[in-house]
């Protein structure tokens, strides 16, 4: 079975400063997709970025940019220029080409200080 | 677009009872999937539905049941409650078909059994 793993529970970033945020999954299919959504406290998910295995390219959305390797099965965030109201919990979803369910790591409480 | 609502946003319940919850997707989205949210377990999948067929279930009790209507909406039950079950209960939609995995979140229901 697909895991996701995000190692860090915790970061913090000043603002206008560069964070990465790290995960790991764990999967034995060559196509799939990596998300990463944002969750505000008390506030609606949505989705930051998405990247589609079968792409060499990064994906990239603004100040959002992700870096993915897929032999090491790895799938970081990086948010440059941090701002404020990019204080959130980031969750790293996997889900299979094959629809099948999302699977989420156990999320990265982003912190931004003034 | 209109984007994912759910309905009602807060509700408590008393342990024994059973409560159901509703879902609208964006318009054209004809898969619905459930999550159960909580601090301990943190985004646990429920099931997904596909053209009012369950394609894919997760790992909950059968207490936990769902369905889904010709135009996509869908409803999710929990019969017996538990206090295990105060969770935040996502419902998230996605255009399933295109090539585009993306799953767009609701607001979510907040579910106190007390």
């Known amino acids: 079975a697909q895991t996701v793993t995000q190692s860090q529970p915790e970061m913090s970033v000043q603002e206008a400063e560069t964070v990465t945020l790290s995960c790991t999954y764990d999967t034995s299919e060559s196509d799939y997709y990596l998300f990463w959504y944002k969750q505000p406290p008390s506030r609606q998910m949505i989705l930051v970025i998405r990247q589609e295995a079968y792409k060499q390219q990064n994906a990239t959305e603004n100040r959002f940019s992700v870096n993915f390797q897929k032999a090491a099965k790895s799938f970081s965030l990086k948010i440059s220029d941090s701002q404020l109201g990019d204080a959130a919990m980031y969750f790293c979803?996997?889900?299979?080409?094959?629809?099948?369910?999302?699977?989420f790591g156990a999320g990265t409480r982003l912190t931004v200080k003034p | 677009k209109a984007g994912v609502t759910q309905t009602p946003r807060y509700l408590i319940k008393t342990r024994g009872q059973q409560v159901t919850l509703s879902c609208s997707p964006i318009s054209g989205h004809r898969s619905v999937s459930w999550y159960q949210q909580t601090p301990g377990q943190g985004l646990q999948f429920l099931f997904e539905y596909f053209s009012e067929t369950q394609r894919n279930k997760g790992n909950f009790p059968g207490r936990f049941s769902g369905r889904q209507f010709s135009n996509s909406r869908s409803e999710m039950n929990v019969s017996t409650l538990e206090l295990g079950d105060s969770a935040l209960y996502l419902c998230?939609?996605?255009?399933?078909?295109?090539?585009?995995?993306?799953?767009?979140f609701g607001p979510g229901t907040r579910l106190t059994v007390t």
């Open positions: 998230a939609s996605s255009l399933v078909g295109s090539g585009i995995y993306e799953q767009y």
């Open positions: 979803a996997y889900r299979s080409a094959v629809p099948n369910d999302m699977r």
